[in-house]
């Protein structure tokens, strides 16, 4: 990585739904010949507004390798990101939490899930559990630690999908509907 590569940068980006008869690609464009770059500073925080339904979301699953664009490159730091596993290394690095919390939950205990990505980045389980641990008690969260996922608020629920990110340690953050 350069000091002067944007963290993120898309270029020449197209991306449309399927239309009516699921033909990928064919339906609406969301995106045609897109050119964004975000250079941030450590500490930083870059707000994306839009009014609902103008493709912030579809933006973040462009970014982060969960949608695939019909055309165009997705770059990292300055590197184009184009495979699964190149796709699978930016989400290592870059956390993103999902616009429904319910979507990122799905363990008995909130301990389990926020372990989860730490046991998905090869730490061992006592590792996982002690940076779930760390990050719960930083975000004043150590009383949900047992707690179910179903049994918490849904502004609870946001807080413990954030720290599920929050305890992977990543580089940056991609919040989609943070508040």
Not at 5 to 13: G, H, K, M, S, V
Request: negative net charge; hydrophobic residues 40%; aromatic residues 6%.
């Amino acid at each position: 990585m350069t000091a002067s590569a944007p963290i993120f940068e898309l270029r020449n980006l197209a991306f449309s739904w399927p239309d009516a008869m699921g033909n990928a690609g064919r339906g609406k464009p969301v995106f045609r010949d897109l050119n964004f770059s975000l250079h941030v500073e450590r500490g930083s925080t870059t707000v994306l507004l839009g009014t609902s339904g103008c493709g912030k979301t579809t933006l973040l699953k462009l970014i982060t390798g969960l949608l695939t664009p019909q055309a165009g490159d997705v770059c990292f730091e300055g590197t184009p990101v184009k495979t699964e596993a190149e796709f699978r290394s930016l989400r290592c690095a870059v956390g993103y939490v999902l616009q429904n919390a319910e979507d990122q939950l799905f363990f008995p205990e909130v301990i389990e899930d926020v372990s989860f990505g730490p046991l998905n980045l090869g730490r061992s389980q006592a590792e996982a559990l002690k940076d779930a641990e760390e990050t719960l008690e930083t975000l004043g969260l150590s009383a949900f630690a047992h707690r179910s996922s179903d049994r918490l608020s849904g502004g609870e629920k946001k807080l413990v999908s954030i720290a599920t990110v929050l305890a992977m340690k990543p580089r940056a953050l991609l919040l989609d509907e943070p508040t």
